[in-house]
């Protein structure tokens, strides 16, 4: 039972475009929601969050929505840019103060030059 | 601040051998994590400890796996005997007291080959 998925494996934009990385979940009851990015050969890095008593959160060039209703998150990267070429996952806690990350299995994206 | 530390980077060893991969957390971090990344299921958890102690070994595959952590700097998983399924490459994660904002501080992973 995939509770956070992401169902785009992989993602192309041009350099300076959007990148629109998107993730779904199943239980209504997670609260907090988390984006890692990962470099071949690094382990994730940690991106950004939001609380699930926001509908948006941004740092610089990467914003992240939340649509409860739809149990439905996206990350936005504006502008994009070559460096940005990872694979990013989503992911939430399992339940609460446990520790327990639920992960995505991942969306690479490939910002082309 | 050197991060967490895993060794090896890389190894390959053939069907039926035990397998030790060393996990080294961030100096102060009491919780510690041990991931798998596979193609087909993405990062799954396999065992969690918080102050040394294992809270959650769901994840653990089958008995073919164990986990230890001796003390606050040190953890280790073995898998044995290891099968060409356990191919995968095997992250160790730390996060701080509390777990301020969930966020966990990955490794940077061990490539496991089964031949």
């Known amino acids: 039972d995939q509770q956070v998925k992401q169902n785009s494996p992989s993602l192309s934009v041009q350099e300076g475009r959007i990148s629109i990385l998107n993730c779904d979940y199943t239980?209504?009851?997670?609260?907090?929601f988390l984006w890692y990015k990962k470099y071949p050969a690094e382990g994730p890095t940690f991106l950004i969050s939001?609380?699930?008593?926001?509908d948006k959160n941004e740092d610089g060039r990467f914003t992240v929505f939340l649509n409860k209703s739809a149990k439905h998150l996206s990350l936005h990267i504006v502008p994009s840019q070559p460096g940005d070429s990872a694979v990013y996952f989503c992911?939430?806690?399992?339940?609460?103060?446990?520790?327990?990350?639920?992960f995505g299995q991942g969306t690479t994206l490939q910002v082309k030059p | 601040d050197a991060g967490v530390i895993q060794s090896p980077r890389h190894e390959v060893t053939e069907m039926g051998q035990e397998v030790t991969l060393r996990c080294k957390p961030i100096?102060?971090?009491?919780?510690l994590f041990w991931y798998r990344q596979t193609m087909m299921r993405g990062l799954e958890l396999l065992i969690y400890?918080?102050?040394?102690?294992?809270?959650?070994d769901s994840g653990m595959p089958e008995d073919r796996f164990s986990a230890k952590m001796p003390n606050a700097s040190f953890s280790t998983l073995k898998i044995q005997p290891s099968e060409p399924r356990d191919s995968a490459v095997y992250f160790c994660?730390?996060?701080?007291?509390?777990?301020?904002?969930?966020?966990?501080?990955f490794g940077p992973g061990t490539r496991l080959t089964v031949l």
């Open positions: 939001i609380s699930s008593i926001k």
């Open positions: 994660a730390s996060g701080p007291p509390g777990l301020a904002g969930n966020e966990q501080f």
């Open positions: 100096s102060g971090h009491d919780y």
């Open positions: 239980n209504s009851m997670f609260d907090y």
């Open positions: 992911a939430a806690p399992g339940s609460s103060n446990t520790g327990k990350l639920i």
């Open positions: 400890f918080n102050n040394n102690v294992p809270i959650d």
